[in-house]
């Protein structure tokens, strides 16, 4: 168990919805990542909170956004989904901005039909 | 920018077998090099690192030598177990930069 939590573990929805997935990074962990797996792209880095304050974006839609809240826990918004969106998404921490050690969650599983 | 390039798999070998998996990369300033490992059903966990050239990082048996002459920093076993099957991922960051990852590799290990 790596201590990052992410819920839910799968979710189902239609084109054109939107969604919301949870992250909560280890105990002390002040650094959030997100990134999207798929078969096509790999691991594909969206963007990065330390401390509630954006820290580094990647490859992420203008559909979707993100956030840190006070408490460390971190969303991430999806937006007029398209059947392309649909991948696994990993929520990451770590304990400061360097990217020295992630620990993952299992992740979120989101179909788009 | 930066990039990582890993051999394709799937890799399928034989309990006790000989592992490699190859990575290459290419990036600016002086990175720090990563193999993550996924298990079925789970996120990825750090395996190994090394964080300057010639550096040799090492776990479970699994080892891997930074090197910078060729860019590389190859994967390696003696002999695999069953319970190695996973994906495997080759990663780097340079300065503060997030990590970027190779495409993964998928190593089935059979009895």
């Known amino acids: 168990d790596s201590g990052v939590t992410q819920t839910p573990k799968h979710l189902i929805t239609a084109t054109g919805q939107r969604v919301t997935l949870r992250c909560s990074p280890r105990s002390g962990d002040l650094s959030v990542y997100w990134y999207q797996q798929s078969l096509d792209q790999g691991l594909q880095f969206l963007i990065q909170?330390?401390?509630?304050?954006?820290?580094a974006k990647g490859n992420i839609l203008e559909r979707f956004s993100a956030q840190q809240f006070p408490d460390l826990h971190s969303e991430l918004n999806l937006s007029s989904l398209e059947l392309g969106d649909s991948a696994l998404y990993f929520c990451a921490s770590s304990v400061g901005w360097g990217n020295e050690k992630l620990f993952f969650g299992s992740g979120t599983q989101l179909s788009v039909l | 920018g930066n990039s990582v390039t890993q051999m394709e798999g799937p890799v399928t070998l034989s309990e006790e077998a000989f592992l490699t998996i190859n990575c290459t990369y290419t990036a600016t300033g002086y990175p720090s090099l990563f193999w993550y490992v996924q298990y079925p059903g789970e996120g990825l966990q750090l395996l190994l690192k090394a964080t300057k050239a010639d550096d040799k990082g090492s776990n479970k048996g699994f080892e891997a030598t930074y090197r910078k002459e060729t860019t590389s920093f190859h994967l390696e076993k003696g002999s695999v177990q069953v319970s190695d099957s996973a994906v495997y991922f080759c990663?780097?960051?340079?300065?503060?930069?997030?990590?970027?990852f190779g495409k993964g590799t998928r190593l089935s290990v059979i009895a």
């Open positions: 909170y330390y401390n509630g304050e954006e820290r």
């Open positions: 990663a780097l960051n340079s300065g503060n930069t997030p990590l970027v």
